[in-house]
């Protein structure tokens, strides 16, 4: 069964590097999204894109995100200057659909991002 | 203010209890999802939801759009589903999350 790879599953950095997680979505989603998880608290959304442009992002994806599609199947979250803050586990999600005729979203399984 | 709300936060019950888990939200939504995060950290993806009941093996999502409620239920539980049960609404573009409910089965 087609599934979501994310690598590397444990980044450590320290703090003001920047560091880029990767994705494998499914291969015929055309929809992808990054969410991430802080140790004990709820899952929260970062941003969507979808037809190589974001779709959609929440007040934490500001200036220090971004994400790319280089080619036909990598998706990338890149944090320029990581705090503190930003430790948490990362997961990458994709779908074939999204808005009124939204479908499973299909998760990657994480990539824990520690910062010192 | 949280759009989700989920309960109870944490249940523990004996193998083959009847479980059930609530959840309440508070917005107008095209559907609602149930997934579930194991204690590694994956999250997979039970069912997605915009009325009625969906069953899936000895999993049971109900959803009533008008009160903005939907549960889980578990029939014969196991220990093996033991993890962390989440819903999500679907919103234009993203999922929003509640909180989980930590379910621990005892043999």
């Known amino acids: 069964e087609p599934e979501v790879t994310q690598t590397p599953s444990h980044q450590v950095t320290q703090m003001g590097q920047e560091v880029i997680l990767r994705c494998v979505p499914i291969s015929n989603h055309l929809y992808f999204y990054w969410y991430r998880q802080i140790l004990g608290q709820k899952v929260e959304f970062l941003v969507s894109?979808?037809?190589?442009?974001?779709?959609?992002k929440s007040e934490i994806f500001d200036d220090q995100f971004s994400v790319e599609r280089p080619d036909g199947s990598n998706f990338t979250l890149k944090i320029r200057s990581t705090k503190l803050e930003d430790s948490a586990m990362y997961f990458c999600?994709?779908?074939?659909?999204?808005?009124?005729?939204?479908?499973?979203?299909?998760f990657g399984p994480g990539t824990r991002l520690t910062v010192l | 203010k949280n759009e989700v709300e989920q309960s109870p936060q944490n249940l523990t019950a004996q193998e083959g209890e009847f479980i059930t888990i609530n959840c309440s939200y508070s917005v107008g939504i095209s559907a609602l999802h149930w997934l579930q995060q194991h204690p590694g950290g994956g999250i997979v993806s039970l069912f997605m939801l915009s009325s009625g009941k969906k069953k899936h093996g000895r999993l049971i999502a109900t959803i009533n759009i008008q009160e903005k409620h939907s549960s889980l239920h578990i029939t014969a539980s196991h220990p093996r589903d033991s993890a962390v049960y989440i819903c999500?609404?679907?919103?234009?573009?993203?999922?929003?999350f509640g909180q989980g409910t930590r379910l621990t089965i005892n043999p």
């Open positions: 999500a609404f679907q919103g234009a573009q993203k999922l929003v």
């Open positions: 894109f979808y037809n190589n442009e974001i779709s959609e």
């Open positions: 999600a994709s779908s074939f659909l999204a808005g009124e005729d939204a479908d499973t979203q299909y």
